[in-house]
């Protein structure tokens, strides 16, 4: 049975209602309170206070600590998209990402708000830092 699939690309002429910017860091040479490198509960919290301080809205969030010694991997879910880290105790490295839709009202400011937020708590030596704005 021969089966024929269609692929069509969207005019660029198409309206976009839910552009957004997404902030990515890439944190080389972390010097912070270790707390945020190795325990995931401490982690939560501070990334939770942060979210909340830049005015998003926590959906739900999850937090994973690698045992003794090794790093987090956590997620918090905004209404207006997400924020995700991973850390890495034993090198110093820290991935951050944060994403932000911009449907109802344009959440650029909070978004880097949160993001420099936990920039300057893990305070990188040598920070490799990306700006995309979605659309």
Not at 3 to 15: A, D, E, Q, R, Y
Not at 49 to 57: D, S
């Amino acid at each position: 049975m021969n089966t024929m699939i269609t692929v069509t690309s969207m005019p660029s002429t198409v309206k976009r209602s839910a552009m957004g910017l997404h902030l990515i860091g890439d944190l080389y040479g972390c010097s912070c309170d270790e707390r945020l490198m190795l325990d995931a509960d401490f982690l939560e919290t501070f990334c939770k206070q942060c979210v909340t301080a830049a005015g998003l809205t926590i959906v739900g969030s999850l937090f994973h600590s690698f045992g003794e010694g090794g790093g987090v991997t956590g997620v918090v879910v905004l209404a207006e998209s997400h924020l995700s880290i991973h850390t890495w105790p034993e090198s110093g490295y820290v991935t951050l990402d944060v994403y932000v839709c911009n449907y109802s009202s344009d959440n650029r400011p909070k978004a880097q708000q949160l993001f420099d937020s936990i920039l300057e708590a893990f305070n990188p030596a040598d920070p490799h830092l990306h700006r995309v704005e979605r659309a």
